[in-house]
C-alpha cells in the first residue's frame, strides 16, 4: 500500500513539474514517441460543432494539447499562434483542449488555431498525454511523427510546423 501511494505521489509531482517547464525532457514510456499511432477520433469543437479528426494519406497534422489554467500552456500558445500564422497552406493544425476552459477563456486568450475539445480522459491517457503543453506531428494513418513536449523554443516549434 505505502508503495502505490508513493508511486501515485511521485507521478503527481512529475506531472506538477513537467506542466511547470521544471523537468528536463526525458522519454519514457509514459510520453507519446515518435512512431506511436494516433487513432482517428470525434470531438466537438469549441465553437459546438461535431468534428472528425482523422489523418488520411497525404496529410499532415500538428496536434496541440493544452489546459486552460496552464502556466506553461499559456507561455506557448503565443509561439503556437506565430507558427500557426506562417505555416504551409498544406499543414493542418488543432489544438486540443483537455479542460472545461473558464467563460470569456477564448475572448481573453488570443488562440489562432482551431481548438476541439477533447474526446476524455481515456483518450488523453491512451495517447500517453501526461503533460501539458504537448505538441503533436501526426502524419498519414496516425503515425506520430514528432513530439515536444512541455515549453520549448520557438526553433523547435518551428520543427513541429515544418511543410
Do not use: Y
Not at 15 to 33: I, Y
Not at 55 to 70: A, D, I, M, Q, R
Not at 113 to 134: E, H, M
Amino acid at each position: 500500500m505505502r508503495s502505490a501511494a508513493l508511486q501515485a505521489s511521485l507521478l503527481v509531482l512529475s506531472l506538477t513539474l513537467a506542466s511547470s517547464g521544471a523537468a528536463a525532457e526525458t522519454p519514457t514510456a509514459l510520453q507519446p514517441a515518435r512512431g506511436d499511432t494516433i487513432p482517428a477520433f470525434d470531438t466537438v469543437g469549441v465553437d459546438g460543432s461535431t468534428q472528425k479528426v482523422e489523418f488520411p494519406k497525404g496529410s499532415t497534422t500538428v496536434l496541440l494539447f493544452f489546459l486552460s489554467g496552464c502556466p506553461s500552456c499559456h507561455r506557448m500558445i503565443p509561439e503556437w499562434n506565430r507558427a500557426f500564422e506562417r505555416k504551409s497552406p498544406k499543414l493542418r493544425v488543432i489544438g486540443v483542449i483537455m479542460d472545461q476552459e473558464p467563460t470569456g477563456f477564448f475572448q481573453t486568450t488570443a488562440v489562432a488555431f482551431p481548438v476541439v475539445r477533447s474526446p476524455g480522459r481515456d483518450f488523453v491517457t491512451k495517447l500517453k498525454i501526461t503533460r501539458a503543453p504537448a505538441a503533436l506531428r501526426v502524419t498519414a494513418g496516425g503515425a506520430l511523427e514528432d513530439v515536444a513536449l512541455g515549453v520549448v523554443d520557438a526553433i523547435r516549434v518551428g520543427e513541429i510546423f515544418r511543410p
